[in-house]
């Protein structure tokens, strides 16, 4: 069983439609979570960062973690066609000398006009 | 300049030829990581330097050797590579007690 799961898609939504993207996890000592936005041939743009259970929101991106069910949650409001990449969610178990991220396969997103 | 640069952006390399990747950060951090990035795979963690020091080394094969000559430069120097090593390979550098990294754009590297 992998670590962190996360359905590849692709998803594929209209413009102006509400984005959820999900990732499962199985390592309770995960604590810190992140979202990474990724276009093609480009190296991951961290998009939202949170530490522990609750939400956090940045303009049109709200991210949610479930500790408890080990869940977590990107939600895009509002999306546009420059939305249309690849989401990789990331968790790290410490921050200690150094950050050793687990990440997700990725969910293809295409936001179409 | 930009958070984390890589180059070359593309690299085609015969299995005997011997490269080097380059990665440079900007942002002051003081640690640095290696990533392997395939196909349908998640990001492969390969080594982390903190404070130029080599604090993990995933498994990786000897015909990959990484160097961290300071916090802010990482060299993966590359021999005898196979074809199933071609892949995108990602910089990361982050600070000290933090768990966020930063990447580079990447070299696309393919072995021929």
Not at chain 1, 44 to 65: C, H, I, W
Not at chain 2, 11 to 37: D, F, I, P, R
Request: proline residues 5%.
């Amino acid at each position: 069983q992998k670590e962190v799961e996360q359905d590849p898609g692709p998803l594929s939504v209209p413009e102006g439609a509400i984005v959820s993207l999900n990732c499962t996890y199985s390592n309770s000592a995960f604590q810190y979570f992140m979202w990474y936005r990724q276009y093609s041939r480009k190296g991951p743009e961290l998009l939202m960062y949170t530490y522990s259970s609750g939400n956090k929101e940045d303009g049109r991106f709200t991210a949610q973690v479930d500790k408890s069910s080990k869940y977590i949650s990107l939600f895009i409001r509002d999306s546009q066609p420059s939305d249309s990449a690849t989401y990789l969610c990331a968790m790290s178990k410490n921050t200690g000398t150094a950050s050793k991220l687990t990440f997700g396969t990725g969910t293809r997103l295409q936001v179409t006009l | 300049e930009t958070g984390v640069t890589q180059t070359p952006r593309h690299l085609v390399m015969g299995m005997t030829n011997k490269k080097s990747l380059k990665c440079e950060q900007h942002l002051g951090h003081n640690a640095m990581y290696w990533y392997k990035q395939s196909a349908k795979k998640p990001l492969e963690l390969m080594f982390v330097y903190s404070l130029e020091e080599r604090v993990e080394n995933n498994s990786v094969p000897s015909r990959f050797s990484p160097e961290c000559p300071n916090s802010s430069h990482l060299f993966l120097h590359l021999h005898t590579l196979q074809p199933e090593d071609s892949a995108l390979y990602l910089c990361a550098s982050s600070q000290d007690g933090r768990a966020q990294a930063f990447f580079g754009q990447g070299t696309r590297l393919t072995v021929v």
